[in-house]
């Protein structure tokens, strides 16, 4: 079966993607593709991306030039997310951090931790 057939687009044609850095494994972020940016990720070799906010396709890091190379594509047992491995460059979090998940929950206190420090200023 080819990949492609594999997938289940939600109703809204879009397929939640967890962008995963290769080297470190560090889940970078969460993002929705539809089929065109799909496609266009297999042929370019770089991420791009469905902003439901702006209503449009655009390739991951084409304003600040922090690109996400691809390096593997994996899809879930039910073929309803994908996980994409990427080399990142600089940061993929607009938020200037290299993870979009830089807050972690103090489950004694209740309190939310910054982690780590922004990778651009």
């Known amino acids: 079966m080819k990949f492609e057939e594999m997938l289940v687009f939600n ?3 879009l397929i939640p993607a967890v962008i995963q850095d290769d080297q470190s494994g560090q ?3 969460l993002c929705y593709m539809n089929s065109e940016a799909l496609k266009k990720t ?3 070799g770089f ?3 469905f902003r ?3 209503g449009r396709l655009m390739m991951k890091g084409e304003t600040s030039g922090h690109t996400q190379l691809v390096r593997s594509v994996f899809i879930d047992c039910e073929g309803k997310s994908l996980l994409i491995r990427v080399n990142q460059k600089v ?3 607009h938020k200037n951090y290299f993870t979009c998940y ?3 929950l103090d489950r004694e206190s209740g309190e939310v931790v910054v982690r780590g420090e ?3 200023e």
């Open 118 to 120: 922004p990778v651009v």
């Open 91 to 93: 940061a993929a979090c």
């Open 102 to 104: 830089f807050r972690e």
């Open 11 to 13: 109703d809204q044609g």
């Open 52 to 54: 439901r906010s702006a």
């Open 27 to 29: 889940v970078l972020t």
């Open 42 to 44: 297999l042929e370019t």
């Open 47 to 49: 991420v791009h991306v």
